[in-house]
């Protein structure tokens, strides 16, 4: 089949749990849909869940045993997207747009077996050809895949973006479009920092950071799926008729500010062991223990005391009650260990940093000023990170904005 013809009016469009999260929206996002196929698009729609939806799966689960993961739980999760695929091609159908609802499995989304964070490792395109072929309007349900056992498994929380970037890396196009319900990317949290603008062009690399550092605009691994396979990612608003915010190859981008972006992670918690040995061994151990746990670790500082080491560590406030789990059973008496909750992470993002010294002193600076105690610091080329007290971290992250000239 030559599907050049076809490639070049073929656009995958992501539908997020707002966007669905009624059935008057999902008839709006029909007709979306029936207007760009009129418009001679070949639409591929992902959704997700109704918005709600997937906690509420979630915390059904956890009533019976919040320690479960395994296949039954990805199935139960999975469950909301079936919903959602349904009742749109019911709503399509309505308005006489051929459409058919597609599972994972059914269109074989192949992932590995880590449930409840799989990764995808192969998408078949015959039945998406076939489809478009046809003129027919695909509607696949995000979020999940299946194994090699034929197991329903899902991808992480937020990953219908990362279903629809790897569907359009592997019909090969070159963009894909994420609907939400805000209009753009901005440089900050808009409920943190009133005065944040909206960013027209982000590189891949930025917005990578972006969402490991705790923005939710977008699914970490779409993005890392895009800048593989060249797929340019246009987020914009499911119900406003203007462009967005485009995640580009960063030589796509002219001129770069030196600081695109402030972040925050407000459930951030910091542990502190003073006195611990020497010896690298109590290290290795000890973060292979958290990781058996499934804790993913964020920062770590270690200095020198007069007697021993002090070691610090910052993790996701949700892991905070698995790590005091392994530390109780772990620690060797004699050495201290210490929690910090309350405390948050504000990171400056920018490819601009690479080529302008000084930032790390503006970064402080503004700290300084501002009379804020930093708890630990990480830096990439791109990035500076700071955990903060939480109490702090409104007043931080509006005084970092205005310094790196972000304000509207
Ligand atoms: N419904 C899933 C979630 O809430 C996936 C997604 O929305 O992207 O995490
Ligand atoms: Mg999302």
């Given at each position: 089949?030559n599907l050049?013809p076809?490639?070049?009016r073929?656009?995958v469009?992501?539908f997020g749990g707002t ?7 999902i ?5 979306l849909v ?13 959704a997700s869940?109704?918005a709600?939806e ?19 739980y990805?199935?139960?999760?999975a469950?909301?997207e079936?919903v ?7 709503a399509l ?9 597609l599972l994972?499995y059914q269109l074989?989304i192949?992932t590995?077996?880590v449930y409840?964070?799989?990764?995808i490792k192969?998408?078949?395109?015959s039945?998406?050809?076939n489809?478009l072929?046809?003129n027919i ?5 995000g979020?999940?895949g299946?194994?090699e ?6 991808l992480?929380?937020g990953?219908s973006?990362t279903?629809?970037v790897a569907?359009a890396a ?10 939400t319900?805000?209009p753009?990317?901005?440089?900050a949290?808009p409920r943190?920092v009133p005065?944040?603008?909206?960013i027209?062009r982000?590189s891949f690399?930025e917005?990578m950071?972006m ?12 993005v ?10 246009h ?7 203007r ?7 960063e ?5 770069n ?11 951030t ?7 611990i040995p020497?010896?690298?061994a109590f290290?290795a151990?000890?973060f ?7 804790v993913?670790?964020?920062?770590i500082s270690?200095s020198?005391?007069?007697k021993?080491y002090?070691?610090?560590f910052s993790?996701?406030a949700?892991?905070?009650p698995?790590?005091?789990g392994?530390l109780?059973?772990f620690l060797p008496?004699g050495i201290e260990?210490?929690m910090?909750?309350?405390?948050a992470?504000?990171?400056?993002v920018?490819?601009g ?7 790390a002193?503006r970064f402080?600076?503004?700290l300084?000023?501002e ?7 990480t830096?990439?080329e791109?990035k500076?990170s700071a955990?903060?007290?939480r109490?702090?971290l409104e007043t931080a ?5 205005t310094e790196?000239a972000?304000?509207?």
């Amino acid at each position: 089949m030559n599907l050049n013809p076809i490639r070049a009016r073929a656009i995958v469009k992501k539908f997020g749990g707002t966007s669905v999260g009624t059935v008057e929206r999902i008839e709006a996002v029909a007709r979306l849909v029936a207007k760009a196929r009129h418009s001679g698009q070949l639409p591929v729609v992902v959704a997700s869940a109704m918005a709600g939806e997937t906690n509420r799966l979630v915390a059904l689960g956890n009533e019976i045993d919040s320690g479960y993961r395994g296949p039954a739980y990805d199935m139960l999760v999975a469950s909301g997207e079936q919903v959602a695929i349904a009742l749109l091609v019911i709503a399509l159908t309505k308005l006489g747009v051929p459409a058919k609802p597609l599972l994972a499995y059914q269109l074989g989304i192949e992932t590995d077996n880590v449930y409840s964070k799989a990764r995808i490792k192969n998408v078949r395109t015959s039945e998406l050809e076939n489809l478009l072929a046809q003129n027919i309007v695909p509607v696949i349900a995000g979020f999940q895949g299946v194994d090699e056992d034929k197991n329903i498994t899902t991808l992480g929380r937020g990953g219908s973006d990362t279903t629809a970037v790897a569907l359009a890396a592997a019909l090969k196009l070159g963009a894909c479009e994420i609907y939400t319900d805000v209009p753009a990317v901005f440089s900050a949290d808009p409920r943190l920092v009133p005065r944040a603008r909206e960013i027209a062009r982000l590189s891949f690399e930025e917005m990578m950071e972006m969402a490991s550092l705790g923005s939710k605009v977008l699914h970490v691994r779409s993005v890392e799926i895009g800048a593989k396979h060249g797929v340019r990612i246009h987020v914009r608003h499911s119900f406003l008729e203007r462009e967005g915010t485009w995640i580009v190859p960063e030589g796509e981008i002219v001129e770069n500010p030196v600081v695109s972006a402030i972040t925050h992670e407000s459930a951030t918690s910091v542990f502190k062991l003073l006195h611990i040995p020497a010896e690298t061994a109590f290290m290795a151990k000890l973060f292979s223990a958290l990781s058996l746990k499934g804790v993913s670790i964020d920062i770590i500082s270690q200095s020198e005391l007069e007697k021993g080491y002090r070691l610090a560590f910052s993790v996701s406030a949700e892991d905070a009650p698995l790590v005091q789990g392994v530390l109780k059973g772990f620690l060797p008496p004699g050495i201290e260990s210490q929690m910090l909750d309350g405390v948050a992470k504000v990171s400056t993002v920018g490819v601009g940093m690479r080529n302008h010294p000084g930032v790390a002193a503006r970064f402080f600076t503004v700290l300084a000023k501002e009379g804020i105690q930093v708890h630990l610091v990480t830096t990439s080329e791109i990035k500076i990170s700071a955990i903060i007290d939480r109490a702090r971290l409104e007043t931080a992250a509006r005084a970092l904005h205005t310094e790196f000239a972000l304000d509207v």
